[in-house]
């Protein structure tokens, strides 16, 4: 009896491990069939029978010896134990072929088919996250995967934040774990020439620079991570912005890009650029947002059309900005759509990065809204529609890279997007569907769920504030008039009730869920929020009671503005969560602000951002008791445009934490009505 009770354990516990490898497959594979009865152990002989394979192309070879390696195996050429990639004509059931993959693992073979070596590297990184967690051993499987937009990428502007080398080696690594195939580098600003020249070394001087004076990017350095890049199924887009953003040119050569000079020296430029970016096929050129200080003698018209001719016949294709300079479908070669007003050109592959700002996001909601938005409004890629980048833009300074990743959310946002890229689909436009998360979205609490399985394992040690948020759930009242008295009480702070009577009216209680709720939107009613008619000089509450199995010290992620990475916004006054009023109580105790580290009166963008939002800053430890604890919100309003914070957003973010804030608390259960849900 002993031995079948053993038996039976250990069955269940391979089918629950086959079962654990398969949910956390991110993104999720189009189609997947597991079977229980049978793996493939890697930490044996494995023989390998590869295509050739080059340098500057996705290094399969590499990634499968390693991961042989990384399990224990090795490499040889007499096994019966194989791993073979067959490059093919066509992977059969697969919608879109250039970067499809047919996966077939049994006991003793796995077999990749794909059309393209970058579909069989897609493959193997799928085998790496299959391999996570089962100890070497890869359950049985045929996934028959492909994506449906061929551009899923990621931008850093380090024109005007230089990020570390190798950080970003380190992504462009980590993020092909994923799926993510681009990485646009926007190496020019107005703070900084970030892209070594040696025709015009003057760009690279620190006078030129009015930001992180003198930190560039080699041309070594650049081919290199080309190289790597490429190795990893990653393209790079590199961006030389003209003829707007352009004052670190003009403070080094003295005169606008907008000259006779300017455009000669700016074709040399180019063309040290173009073999510099030899093993990419791609330039972006900016051509957005022409500004005053920008113009010179010419008309853009006499810049853009020389230089995108110039680059083209360097052998690249030219990406381009829009909203922007206008072209027709001839002149360019793709486009990105940036901005309410970015549209495509007709018959000119486009890049949806309209609401993909994240340095506008804040922590939990806006990323929920990134991973349901339907990309440029498609369910899928063609022709016209290519695909989508997020953009990590830092006009205001931030200390370090760390802080770069953190506050930009960079993983979270980027995996969400990898995940929606991939797979298509969505609930709708940004604008359609807004920052409202709901109780029964199973779809993104699976998302989470992996998400965080990732965070904990491949990404552990990465800067990922994030933590799981589906489980909060909220009650918010209808929000009372203030006529602009912030202090002003309502019936709410005297008692918790479905409804309230006040001044003979009705103000009714609403469910919200998440670790950070909108009632009005930084882009204001275009992203719908909790209130569909958000309006100024009001407030309202929220609360929720919160289970806890034991007394316990916890930490707080407490935030009341989520301070933009573009903005620049004054820090809160000393004692004061925000200008809005914003206070909060646990079990009728107040918490207070914390110690504000910024204290400037005066608006500028070469302010670090300190301590302002709540992801660089410890959590404040609180106590919760053994059973429910009472959490209440205060959020009025006043106007919403303010000196001291441009993008007002009406919002609260809370979730109980470790005190490090790295994790949530396991086995919390947060009901506005003191109820067990499972």
């Not at 970067?99 to 059309?115: D, G, P, Q």
């Not at 034991?550 to 301070?563: D, L």
């Not at 204290?599 to 963008?605: A, F």
Request: net charge negative; glycine share 6%.
């Amino acid at each position: 009896m002993r031995k079948i009770i053993l038996s039976l354990l250990l069955i269940v516990s391979y089918v629950f491990s086959i079962r654990a490898s398969e949910e956390h497959l991110l993104p999720k594979p189009q189609i997947a069939n597991f079977s229980n009865s049978e793996k493939f152990a890697i930490f044996y002989e494995v023989k390998l029978m590869l295509p050739t394979i080059t340098e500057n192309e996705p290094a399969v070879d590499k990634q499968l010896h390693t991961l042989v390696k990384t399990y224990g195996g090795t490499i040889c050429n007499r096994s019966e134990r194989e791993i073979v990639v067959n490059l093919v004509d066509e992977v059969k059931g697969a919608e879109f072929q250039d970067e499809a993959y047919n996966l077939v693992v049994s006991n003793s073979k796995i077999t990749i088919n794909a059309k393209t070596l970058r579909g069989a590297y897609w493959a193997v990184q799928t085998l790496w996250q299959l391999a996570e967690g089962m100890n070497g051993e890869i359950p049985a499987c045929e996934i028959t995967d492909w994506p449906s937009f061929r551009i899923r990428g990621y931008m850093h502007d380090v024109g005007r934040s230089y990020i570390e080398f190798e950080e970003l080696k380190n992504e462009i690594i980590k993020m092909s774990r994923f799926k993510v195939n681009t990485f646009h580098w926007h190496l020019t600003d107005n703070q900084g020439w970030r892209l070594e020249s040696r025709v015009y070394p003057q760009l690279n001087a620190d006078s030129s620079y009015t930001r992180l004076h003198g930190r560039y990017y080699t041309i070594s350095q650049a081919k290199e991570l080309v190289k790597l890049a490429n190795q990893h199924g990653v393209t790079i887009i590199p961006e030389i912005d003209m003829p707007g953003h352009s004052l670190a040119y003009r403070k080094a050569m003295g005169h606008s890009m907008l000259t006779s000079e300017g455009v000669a020296e700016m074709r040399e430029i180019m063309t040290e650029a173009c073999q510099t970016f030899e093993g990419t096929e791609w330039m972006h050129i900016g051509t957005d947002e022409l500004r005053d200080e920008d113009r010179g003698t010419l008309d853009w018209t006499d810049f853009v059309p020389v230089m995108v001719s110039h680059i083209r016949a360097q052998g690249k294709k030219v990406v381009s900005w829009n909203p922007g300079y206008h072209y027709s479908s001839s002149e360019i070669d793709m486009t990105q759509m940036w901005s309410y007003a970015g549209k495509p050109t007709e018959g000119v592959p486009t890049i949806d990065c309209r609401f993909h700002y994240t340095n506008h996001f804040d922590n939990f909601a806006d990323i929920v809204s990134l991973y349901h938005s339907t990309i440029a409004r498609q369910t899928e890629g063609s022709d016209q529609y290519a695909g989508v980048i997020l953009a990590f833009w830092n006009d205001r300074l931030l200390s370090d890279d760390k802080e770069i990743i953190s506050q930009n959310q960079v993983w979270a946002s980027t995996l969400a997007m990898a995940e929606r890229a991939w797979l298509g689909g969505g609930k709708g436009y940004f604008d359609e569907i807004g920052v409202r998360t709901q109780a029964d979205d199973y779809e993104y609490k699976d998302w989470e769920k992996r998400f965080l399985y990732h965070k904990a394992n491949y990404l552990k040690g990465e800067p990922i504030p994030y933590v799981k948020q589906t489980n909060i759930r909220w009650n918010i009242t209808d929000a009372f008039p203030n006529n602009g008295e912030l202090t002003a009480s309502f019936p709410p702070e005297n008692a918790i009730a479905e409804s309230y009577s006040y001044n003979g009216q009705t103000y009714n209680v609403k469910q919200a869920v998440g670790g950070s709720v909108y009632l009005r939107h930084v882009w204001g009613t275009l992203v719908p929020a909790f209130y569909s008619a958000p309006q100024e000089n009001h407030t309202a509450y929220a609360y929720t009671y919160v289970y806890s199995p034991k007394e316990q010290t916890v930490g707080a992620m407490i935030e009341f503005q989520n301070y933009s990475r573009s903005e620049k916004d004054l820090p809160a006054p000393q004692g004061a969560w925000d200008y809005k009023g914003s206070r909060i109580w646990l079990n009728d105790v107040e918490i207070s602000a914390p110690v504000w580290e910024n204290t400037h009166t005066e608006k500028s963008n070469e302010i670090t951002l300190k301590n302002e939002n709540m992801v660089s800053r410890t959590p404040i430890p609180v106590q919760l008791n053994k059973g429910w604890n009472k959490v209440f919100i205060k959020l009025p309003v006043g106007t919403f445009n303010t000196h001291q914070v441009r993008l007002v957003k009406w919002m609260y973010a809370f979730v109980f934490t470790t005190l490090n804030g790295q994790d949530a608390i396991e086995a919390l259960i947060y009901s506005p009505d003191r109820r067990i849900i499972p």
